[in-house]
């Protein structure tokens, strides 16, 4: 069969390119057939392994629960499983003058959350763009954000309050910021990571900048990018936690506090459990967008 070549892409006969095209086990498009047993099979495996990764935590919980019951862990100090459990359902049933609602104080929390990572995130994701596309925006973007990178978050909460008052503006502001720097240094990472060669191919193919930076910068930045998303998700938790004891009225970190001066751990317990929870939820969010749109990856393990 005839081939050609221009500027180093070969360009298959239309016959051979068909024949090829049918042969082939696994084709994308609206013409794909069935997922292949191996897929199949890759799936179901990640499921069993996602039933195992269980069985360490439950491991924990039901020594705890055993060394509570033996009396060798005292429940003032850290009550049993149990003693956490009808707590957590005491604050979901009813509403304690004290702490509210667990419920309530979760929504609280995470529409701070929501708002501050969004906020981080978009700036962050903006910023990398700057600084990785150009030299001049890296110069000019890149020294701040690596100053700031060497600031203590926390040490930050004084300031804050000093220009912002106690309200919600420096909690935001602070879940924001923990968000954006791990979002940033992968996202920058990532894009300078891109091969050149694909860079060289996008010419050949007299893309525009716009059209280059859709088609090869962002994709091929993506799985640091992805990565970054979940560091920059934990950082971003752990700054609502201490944003939400700093002078807050609501929310689980709020529950904490109030908790703390009434001596009751359970109460603290079960607000950390939800932190957990909430904080697990996020990264399998992530993870499983991660799985679908880096699907054309394969890892050492499959």
Known sequence: MPETADAGLITISEGRAETAVLASPAVDGPFAGPAP????????????????????????????????????????????????WHTAVSLVTTSSPAYGTLPGA??????????????????????????????LGENAVD?????????????????????????????????????????????????RSVDAKLAEVGRVQRLTRAETIRHIVLP????????????????????????????????????????????RNDVILVALAVYAVLGLITDALVRLLERRALAWRRGILG
């Open 37 to 84: 047993a191996p897929a199949r099979a890759g799936r179901r495996q990640r499921r069993q392994w996602g039933w195992y990764r269980l069985i360490s935590p439950v491991a924990v919980i039901a020594l705890w629960q055993l060394l509570s019951s033996a009396g060798l862990i005292p429940a003032d100090k850290l009550p049993p499983p149990t003693t956490v």
């Open 106 to 135: 979760m929504l609280v929390s995470l529409q701070r959350m929501a708002i501050g990572f969004a906020v981080g995130g978009t700036i962050a994701v903006l910023l990398a763009l700057v600084a990785g596309l150009s030299r």
């Open 143 to 191: 020294p701040l954000l690596q100053i700031v990178r060497m600031l203590p978050l926390f040490g930050l909460i004084p300031v804050f309050i000093v220009w912002f008052g106690i309200g919600e503006l420096p909690k935001i502001i602070l879940i924001a910021l923990g968000a954006a720097i791990p979002l940033y240094l992968n996202t920058f990472a990532g894009i």
């Open 220 to 263: 091929g930045a993506l799985p640091q990018a992805l990565t970054g998303l979940r560091q920059s998700l934990g950082v971003a938790w752990l700054a609502l936690v201490v944003a939400e004891q700093v002078n807050a009225n609501a929310g689980l970190g709020f529950m904490i506090s109030q908790a703390t001066q009434f001596l």
